[in-house]
């Protein structure tokens, strides 16, 4: 069976994983659709398995789908991690992709990025912003060395280590002069349009069991959106706005009054931020070093 199982079995296997669509990972993959769906059945007969099911709502992974996805991903990165060592051999320029949520590339992310390209001029950064289940896709697949951001569930954080750096929570915003500002229970909160976190990142549970223990319900009137600009932008424009937003994203904000915190309890959405890598895997050096300056970061903060 190993003999028969081919890289680009397990590279369509985890595009078509992450993307939940044949489709989706055909044009990713800039291939077409039927040879997608061509070697996934390949691989299935291969393992005797059927590791995806597919339905008009899209893809899933079958369970014996979700345990091969871990193994399968941890293949790839390490082949291309590999393929990346070879071609940057002897080179004198060396690379570092770091992925940040919001939260964390709109804090201390810029200053600790300028004291390491000043430290490190012979290593080029590149920094990429996104939603948290999409950048640890990304880092298992070996297209990031290192994510910062929320310690994700547990599922999501299969294969990966997790260095904490601090602790932060979730706060509800809005302009100053919104009505918003008066209000004393999350109950209210339901004559207001809701700018609330989407399934993929890491603090809607958080968010979602606080309510729960509020006895709020999922508010009907919402948007849902990981998007910081976009979030900022229909905040500060409408005073009808609540924002659910992790604090690093509007701390600025707050300071300048641009926005003003809501005096409702949000503790419980406390949760731990940190660098996430590959586990198993040796931490390349510009990596560990970039680590470094981000802790000087967080002890100037403390």
Do not use: C
């Amino acid at each position: 069976m190993e003999r028969r199982i081919k890289f680009r079995h397990l590279e369509i296997f985890t595009a078509v994983a992450r993307a939940a669509s044949l489709k989706r990972a055909a044009e990713r993959l800039n291939l077409t659709q039927p040879a997608v769906s061509k070697t996934l059945k390949e691989l299935e007969d291969i393992t005797g398995h059927v590791l995806a099911e597919r339905s008009r709502a899209g893809l899933r992974l079958t369970p014996e789908g979700e345990v091969f996805l871990q193994y399968a991903e941890q293949s790839t990165a390490a082949i291309r991690h590999g393929l990346r060592s070879l071609q940057g051999a002897g080179q004198a320029a060396s690379r570092l992709r770091i992925g940040a949520l919001p939260s964390v590339a709109g804090a201390i992310l810029p200053a600790a990025a300028r004291s390491f390209a000043a430290a490190n001029p012979d290593t080029l950064l590149e920094v990429t912003e996104g939603p948290h289940l999409d950048l640890i896709a990304r880092l298992r697949s070996g297209g990031l060395d290192l994510v910062l951001g929320r310690l994700g569930r547990p599922e999501s954080m299969a294969g990966l280590s997790f260095q904490q750096l601090y602790t932060e929570e979730v706060v509800i915003v809005a302009r100053p002069d919104s009505p918003a500002v008066s209000i004393d229970s999350f109950a209210d909160l339901d004559g207001f349009l809701v700018l609330y976190p989407p399934r993929e990142t890491a603090i809607r549970p958080l968010v979602a069991r606080m309510l729960i223990a509020q006895g709020v319900a999922l508010f009907p009137n919402r948007i849902e959106s990981a998007s910081s600009a976009f979030g900022r932008a229909l905040t500060l424009a409408e005073p009808n706005v609540v924002w659910f937003i992790s604090l690093g994203v509007v701390a600025d904000d707050l300071a300048k009054g641009n926005l003003v915190q809501l005096a409702l309890p949000t503790a419980p959405t406390r949760g731990a931020v940190g660098i996430m890598s590959r586990a198993n895997e040796v931490i390349p050096a510009p990596a560990r070093a970039f680590s470094r300056h981000l802790a000087t970061q967080i002890r100037g903060r403390v």
